[in-house]
């Protein structure tokens, strides 16, 4: 795993030791950043980006490495939470990340503190309908920005709807055992 373009370009990042964790695989990522880019070529550019079951926070990481302004990373589990601060203090991105010990039923801790996403990661355990609950609980807690973009890895095996709640799927890709999509925000 690493970094792919940004001011830390190159730089390669603690992995798990097992399979206990799944990390979003280089070409996967890549793919998807281009993807992003191609929206827009400062995508990220002051964006405050939110990464879901971030494990390595590897997605998030590379999202500071292209301008984003500031990344809040979620995972329960705390060997994930360790090789990711690890990765943070690597990168030196400490000013620009949080880090929570929480799962999704816990997102008000982040309305509480008064976060507002632009851009949200959620590369959940395949197979459980994260995806959908998580954008539930963003709307329920008042979360996302007006113009906001959400991207779920799943299984490729799993139908992704077309709109969950005020989203609709700009875009979905498979990649073998792996599936993106990414849903903007579409306020009426």
């Known amino acids: 795993m690493r970094i792919i373009a940004g001011r830390h370009k190159g730089h390669k990042l603690f992995g798990p030791k097992d399979k206990s964790?799944?990390?979003?695989?280089?070409r996967v990522k890549e793919n998807l950043y281009n993807i992003l880019s191609a929206i827009d070529s400062d995508f990220f550019a002051a964006k405050i980006v939110l990464d879901l079951f971030a494990g390595s926070g590897a997605l998030g990481l590379e999202a500071l490495s292209r301008g984003a302004a500031r990344c809040v990373f979620v995972?329960?589990?705390?060997e994930a939470l360790e090789?990711?601060?690890n990765n943070i203090a690597k990168l030196?991105?400490?000013k620009q990340?949080?880090?929570l010990q929480a799962n999704i039923n816990n997102l008000s801790l982040l309305a509480q503190q008064g976060y507002v996403f632009d851009i949200v990661f959620a590369d959940p355990p395949y197979g459980y309908d994260f995806g959908r609950v998580v954008l539930q609980q963003l709307s329920a807690h008042k979360l996302l920005s007006e113009d906001a973009f959400f991207i779920l890895e799943e299984a490729s095996n799993v139908a992704l709807p077309e709109a969950v709640a005020e989203f609709s799927?700009?875009?979905?890709?498979?990649?073998?055992?792996?599936s993106l999509a990414i849903y903007k925000r579409q306020l009426i």
């Open 97 to 99: 990340s949080s880090v």
């Open 75 to 78: 995972d329960k589990a705390s």
């Open 169 to 178: 799927l700009l875009q979905y890709r498979n990649y073998g055992a792996a």
């Open 92 to 94: 030196g991105v400490e």
């Open 21 to 26: 964790i799944r990390p979003t695989s280089d």
């Open 83 to 85: 090789i990711l601060k």
